[in-house]
């Protein structure tokens, strides 16, 4: 083989124009090969995440070349299920499906073993949760402007639930609290059945819950739903206004899932996942998973994620020091 430099030069572009040809998949697929991928949630089985999880799994696994295993790691706002994704190599065989509670959990619990925005590689954000604002129908409040009004005329006096301290239904409501100056009681339950049971009997009056939990109890009557968080009208809910919408204007709040990696991974290996997971997305059975969580998709890649999470750690440690919302 000739060594002269002109014609290292004409080989090294002959290699590179090969590269460009290879499918996506084939120049970051993660090694070895004939090892399944662990997608690892950190929530419940049966949890908004775990089905959205498990709906992409079948399309990101045939596009990866490798069987998807969904594995649940419950315990800690996620803690340690986020623990096992950033400790894990860097090879792309563990991954995670993680939620809004990952930038919570650094403001509620003393010690978390791991940098929330360092120690992960973002690769894309997927979909947000739309939150509904809902009451008890014997509350004398048939919109936010009538809640308001109620909620000022006898500070303390109202009660919302949530599904716990520091949880993305607290901090919902209390950056309505934030935004409107009006003076509520918290009520923290253990998860969102007991809240929504209380919510329908009365013992609490207002939540931010997820539209997919409640719409049966709106579309019969038991609950009222006053607005959703979001900067949008819900799918779900088309007649229900934003609360932008109903009079407070700089509203806008919603949970979010996420596909992370420990830090570090290579980048084509990145772009190559974000590609992959986009289009396992797309899937029946992922279209189906999204429409029953009552979900809003969104398409943010490796380049925008990064600075998602950054302004999402500084909404939420505000709106968590607001609370004064602790767990240890």
């Given at each position: 083989m000739n060594t002269q430099p002109g014609h290292r030069r004409h080989f090294a572009c002959l290699a590179a124009a090969a590269m460009l040809v290879l499918p996506l998949g084939?120049?970051?697929?993660?090694?070895?090969?004939?090892?399944?991928?662990?997608?690892?949630?950190?929530?419940?089985?049966?949890?908004?995440?775990?089905?959205?999880?498990?709906?992409?799994?079948?399309?990101?696994?045939?596009?990866?070349?490798?069987?998807?295993?969904?594995?649940?790691?419950?315990?800690?706002?996620?803690?340690?299920?986020?623990?096992?994704?950033?400790?894990?190599?860097?090879?792309?065989?563990?991954?995670?499906?993680?939620?809004?509670?990952?930038?919570?959990?650094?403001?509620?619990?003393?010690?978390?073993?791991y940098d929330s925005l360092k120690d992960i590689t973002p690769i894309a954000v997927l979909a947000t949760v739309p939150l509904v604002l809902v009451v008890n129908p014997a509350l004398p409040a048939k919109n936010v402007?009538?809640?308001?009004?109620?909620?000022?005329?006898?500070?303390?006096?109202?009660?919302?639930?949530?599904?716990?301290?520091?949880?993305?239904?607290?901090?919902?409501?209390?950056?309505l609290v934030s935004e409107t100056g009006i003076d509520m009681k918290h009520v923290p339950y253990r998860g969102t059945g007991p809240l929504i049971t209380d919510l329908i009997g009365g013992q609490v009056q207002l939540a931010f819950v997820s539209i997919s939990q409640v719409a049966p109890q709106v579309k019969a009557g038991t609950l009222r739903a006053l607005a959703v968080s979001t900067q949008k009208r819900a799918a779900a809910l088309p007649d229900?206004?934003?609360?932008?919408?109903?009079?407070?204007?700089?509203?806008?709040f919603d949970a979010w899932i996420a596909l992370v990696g420990p830090a570090g991974l290579p980048k084509p290996m990145v772009d190559s996942y974000a590609s992959m997971i986009r289009a396992a997305m797309a899937s029946p059975e992922a279209?189906?998973?999204?429409?029953?969580?009552?979900?809003?998709?969104?398409?943010?890649?490796?380049?925008?994620?990064?600075?998602?999470?950054?302004?999402?750690?500084?909404?939420?440690?505000?709106?968590?020091?607001?609370?004064?919302?602790?767990?240890?």
């Open positions: 084939a120049m970051a697929q993660p090694a070895p090969s004939d090892k399944p991928v662990r997608l690892v949630v950190p929530l419940a089985a049966g949890s908004t995440v775990d089905a959205v999880a498990r709906a992409v799994a079948p399309g990101f696994g045939r596009a990866t070349g490798h069987p998807v295993v969904v594995e649940n790691i419950v315990g800690a706002g996620g803690i340690p299920g986020t623990t096992q994704v950033v400790k894990a190599p860097k090879d792309g065989l563990t991954l995670g499906m993680i939620s809004s509670n990952h930038v919570i959990n650094p403001g509620i619990y003393k010690s978390v073993p402007a009538e809640l308001l009004a109620l909620a000022k005329a006898k500070p303390g006096t109202l009660n919302f639930g949530s599904a716990g301290n520091g949880s993305t239904l607290h901090l919902a409501g209390e950056l229900v206004p934003t609360l932008a919408e109903a009079g407070v204007p700089k509203y806008g279209n189906t998973a999204i429409a029953g969580q009552g979900l809003s998709v969104l398409d943010i890649g490796p380049e925008a994620a990064p600075g998602f999470f950054q302004g999402e750690m500084v909404k939420h440690q505000k709106l968590v020091k607001q609370s004064g919302a602790t767990l240890d």
